[in-house]
């Protein structure tokens, strides 16, 4: 099973390089589904979000809309008060890979599109990302 999972993360990635698509179906309930994940770690009231680039797309725009329903504030610009998040829908097919990056953390999580509602292939993801010190 995670053998599997990795490599359809692998093969949405790959696929997503020349496949993104910003209105995928669904991706109102992808973000919300993106905020019950970030819960966990980063509580709402809590955590003052800054988006890092202008949501243009569905799921950016949904996920912002989401964030501000459960009581996340979230910032147009960042500064020092504010934690930073970026996110990205990655299609290919019937096949969709939400990862959105807090601060030095990766969320991910891989979907079925195929259905009206899509349906979450796995769990979600958990990572730090490491930086190189020089």
Partial sequence: ?????????????LGGC???????????????????ALKA????????????KAPKDAFAKNLVTALRQQG??????????????????FTNGN?????VQVNDKRFARAFNTQQETPAALGVWTRGELSHARG
């Fill in 72 to 89: 996340y504030a979230v910032a147009e610009q960042c500064d020092g008060k504010t934690t930073p998040i970026a996110s990205h829908l």
């Fill in 1 to 13: 099973m995670m053998n599997q999972m990795a490599l359809l993360l692998m093969l949405v990635m």
């Fill in 18 to 36: 020349s496949a993104r698509v910003s209105n995928a179906p669904g991706t109102d309930v992808m973000a919300r589904d993106t905020v019950t």
């Fill in 41 to 52: 770690s980063y509580p709402p009231a809590r955590t003052r979000l800054c988006v890092t």
């Fill in 95 to 99: 096949r969709a890979m939400v990862s």
